[in-house]
Structure formats: structure tokens, C-alpha cells
């Protein structure tokens, strides 16, 4: 029985958590609140993932940090290098494996939108440059660490597109307002398969010191897959229409997360394809079908329609 440290309860915290205790693992999994899922192989601690020392302590005797936070979207550039220096000094302290869910803002936008490990970080965004900074600390810290990069989430609590645009449109009956052309080629990961890979990798000698991309499905448009998620809930298919690309940018000039949406529309206005051949040859794994994390959205939202009318 190994131990592991997770930072963050979100849908890929949760389901690295889910995955280690199955095979006979514990967690300690850390949040500010102390919030998380309730097992006997989970410790639930609460702590600031900025603060070194109190995650080193946490750490003692585990074999993996697990970087599942998600900070504040509008904040990246004050908060995630305090918590990335933390979560590195506390697999330092510990001996133990640092692995990184990472995503594809590092490479910025790329011709073809075409996206592979050898693809050069060349992101000209603030956010994309956060994340480089983050990859490059670790690598240059003498720990053992990987990062898994995924591309626009699917999956029960995933924070992307599909959730935040598309399914409360869905949900109401109206049209959606889809942020760049929704007929363009389009890369979503599931985070199951996001969380399958960071566990399986954890362990691999020959993982460390790069980054992977997750299992991912080929790309499929905006609209396709609404159109399936819409035919497999009984739901009337969706009115789409490409919202213009100046009104997010008019926006932004007064709304602060209107201004880091529109920092990244690049990923909407052009084909944007992960290609995880790497990982998949590499290590055996392959990409969940859309249908299981399209399954689960659905499960959830009728969850939540039926707590809402009790």
C-alpha cells in the first residue's frame, strides 16, 4: 500500500483519488475548504497549497504530489507560481514524484493547430507563459516529475466549452453562442482519461522529465458534438451560432474573464487537434469513446435537475 498527495478535488483530482484507492492506495488529498470525497482511504486536509512547509509535512512518506489545483482563472499569473513552487519543494523534501495536469497553452497557436510532445512552446499568451514557467521550474528542480496535457475537458464536473456554452443552452431550450466557428476540427479530452494517464505515468521511470499528452479521441467540430449529445439525451439539436470574435475583446476591456476568454479564442478560430500517438504507443493506453463522458454530463445534469426540484 502506497500513499499519495493530491492537491485539488475537481473531476481529475477526484478520479486520480478514485484510481489509487481501488488498486489499494491512500490519499491525502489537500484543498483550502478540506472538502473532498468521502472514503476511509482518503484524508481529507485543508491548507494553502502556496504554503511550502505545510505540504512538505503532508507529504512525509508519499510517493506522488499529484498538481490538480485550479486557481482562480483571472489570477494565474499571482497565484500558480507560489502554489507550483510549493507542490516542488514538497516532492523535493519528500523524495516523492511530482506529476502536473497540464494543458495545450503552452504551444500557442500553431499552424494546422496541430499539437504533438515535440510541438515547440511557443504560446505568446500570459497564461500560456505561466504554464511554460511552471514546466520549466519543475524540470529545472532536480525532482522526478511528468506533466499530462489534455485538451478541452469532457466529463462529469469538466470545466470547458461543452459545459460552460453549450450544455446550460442545451438545458434551456435556446441557442447557443459558440465562441469562434463551431464547424472547425476540435480536440476534447475526458478527464477520466486524464487521471488514468497521470496515475499510469506516475510509476514510469521512462515518463519523467517530459511531458505526455492524455488518450484523446480524434477531433470532431463543436457541433458534431452537440449534435451527439443531443441525440443520445432525446433532446432537440442545438441552435449554434459563431458569436463575433470582436464582441469577447470588446468585453474584455471591462469584464476581467471576459479579457482571459478572449486571450485564448485562437483555440476556436482555427483547428485545434492533440495528437496523443506518443503516449498511446509508449504506454498501451488508449482514449476513452465520447460517448462515456458525454453519458456522464448527462447523468449529472439530470442529478442536478432532480436535486433542484426536491
Known amino acids: 500500500m502506497s500513499n499519495h498527495v493530491i492537491i485539488g478535488s475537481g473531476p481529475i483530482g477526484s478520479a486520480v483519488a478514485g484510481l489509487l484507492v481501488d488498486r489499494g492506495d491512500t490519499v491525502t488529498m489537500v484543498t483550502r475548504s478540506g472538502r473532498g ?58 523524495d516523492a514524484v511530482y506529476v502536473i495536469t497540464g494543458n495545450l ?7 494546422g ?15 500560456g507563459k505561466v504554464r511554460i514557467k511552471m514546466w520549466q521550474d519543475a524540470l529545472n528542480s532536480g525532482v522526478r516529475t511528468l506533466e499530462v496535457r489534455g485538451s478541452d475537458y469532457l466529463g462529469a464536473g469538466a470545466v470547458g466549452i461543452f459545459s460552460s456554452v453549450l450544455l446550460p443552452a442545451i438545458e434551456k431550450g435556446r441557442t447557443a453562442w459558440a465562441p469562434g466557428n463551431p464547424d472547425l476540427p476540435h480536440s476534447f479530452t475526458y478527464t477520466g482519461d486524464m ?32 449534435n451527439r449529445y443531443t441525440d443520445m439525451t ?21 469584464v476581467p ?33 465520447l460517448d462515456v463522458p458525454l453519458h456522464e454530463t448527462a447523468a449529472s445534469a439530470n442529478a442536478t435537475q432532480a436535486r433542484r426540484m426536491n
Open 234 to 254: 432525446g433532446r432537440p439539436r442545438l441552435k449554434l451560432r459563431a458569436l463575433p470574435r470582436f464582441v469577447m475583446r470588446t468585453a474584455g476591456l471591462v
Open 257 to 289: 474573464m471576459a479579457r482571459e476568454l478572449a486571450e485564448m479564442d485562437y483555440q476556436f478560430y482555427a483547428p485545434f487537434r492533440l495528437d496523443s500517438t506518443l503516449t498511446e504507443q509508449t504506454f498501451g493506453l488508449k482514449p476513452t469513446s
Open 105 to 111: 497553452y503552452v504551444y500557442g497557436p500553431q499552424p
Open 37 to 94: 470525497p468521502s472514503h476511509p482511504q482518503i484524508t481529507l486536509a485543508a491548507a494553502d497549497a502556496s504554503d511550502a512547509r505545510r505540504l512538505t509535512t503532508l507529504a512525509e512518506g508519499a510517493e506522488t504530489v499529484f498538481n490538480c489545483a485550479n486557481p482562480k482563472y483571472t489570477q494565474w499569473e499571482k497565484l500558480w507560481f507560489p502554489m507550483n513552487d510549493a507542490m516542488i519543494a514538497a516532492a523535493k523534501a519528500t
Open 113 to 127: 493547430g496541430h499539437m504533438n510532445e515535440n510541438t515547440p512552446m511557443a504560446a505568446v499568451g500570459r497564461k
Open 195 to 226: 487521471a488514468r494517464t497521470m496515475v499510469a505515468l506516475a510509476g514510469e521511470e521512462r515518463a519523467y522529465g517530459k511531458a505526455w499528452h492524455a488518450p484523446t479521441n480524434p477531433a470532431v467540430t463543436i457541433r458534431d458534438l452537440t
